[in-house]
């Protein structure tokens, strides 16, 4: 089955540690994108990328870090200069060459111990 | 700035009743809107989209309307069934850009 699937479903930060939220997908997408989600707000672009080894910030890209050295993996590392990393953070792809779909993973909520 | 809006966070419909969402965006440069479905804790599913070419696109029960001049676009489910109960997501987007702008989402309950 293709889709995109992302891991772990709960992550536990300490204080002053990076994290890296794993995304992957067997669609064949161009295309890759970072999303957090807040209670009660829509969701927000962290990074995307379109290409291999290229990517670009998005709305709230302070505090975040992303690669892309594969066209399946586009992994998240949330940095411990995020101050308020608590949120359900959700990957995406589509196409990417005018493909306006975006296909969702399940989501990883980070918590702050 | 809130570039695409949801005015209403919660909706409760009767089962077998119609559903309508609405949606109002401020940007022009819009060319392509998108209906997502979001369980908690789970990621949104894509629904269904319309094209601004298009003033309505129909898929099964649901139709999206679009309102150009009003900047305003419309979800209906009908009939509702207790399943569509969830968060209710619009998107935009324009040509040429990759990245989705969403509102903040409706929570739709359908009340058996």
């Known amino acids: 089955d293709g889709g995109i699937t992302q891991s772990p479903k709960y992550l536990f930060r300490k204080e002053g540690q990076n994290v890296t939220l794993s995304c992957e997908q067997n669609?064949?997408?161009?295309?890759m994108y970072w999303y957090r989600q807040d209670p009660g707000q829509g969701l927000r672009l962290i990074y995307y990328?379109?290409?291999?080894?290229?990517?670009q910030k998005g709305d709230i890209a302070e505090g975040y870090s992303v690669s892309r050295e594969k066209k399946e993996s586009f992994p998240l590392t949330v940095t411990s200069a995020q101050k308020n990393p608590t949120a359900f953070y959700l990957c995406?792809?589509?196409?990417?060459?005018?493909?306006?779909?975006?296909?969702f993973g399940p989501g990883t909520r980070l918590l702050v111990l | 700035d809130q570039q695409v809006k949801q005015n209403s966070p919660s909706l409760s419909v009767q089962e077998g009743r119609i559903s309508i969402l609405n949606c109002d965006y401020t940007?022009?440069?819009?060319?392509?809107f998108l209906w997502y479905k979001k369980y908690p804790a789970e990621g949104p599913t894509f629904l269904i989209s319309?094209?601004?070419?298009?003033d309505k696109n129909e898929d099964g029960r649901f139709t999206v309307f679009l309102n150009k001049s009003a900047k305003h676009l419309s979800l209906h489910i009908v009939p509702s069934q207790p399943g569509d109960s969830a968060v209710y997501f619009c998107?935009?987007?324009?040509?040429?850009?990759?990245?989705?702008?969403f509102g903040t989402g409706t929570r739709l309950t359908i009340i058996p």
């Open positions: 995406a792809s589509s196409t990417g060459t005018g493909g306006e779909t975006q296909y």
């Open positions: 669609l064949n997408h161009d295309a």
């Open positions: 990328s379109q290409i291999v080894n290229d990517f």
């Open positions: 940007n022009s440069m819009f060319d392509y």
């Open positions: 319309i094209s601004s070419i298009k």
């Open positions: 998107a935009a987007k324009y040509f040429g850009n990759e990245k989705l702008t």
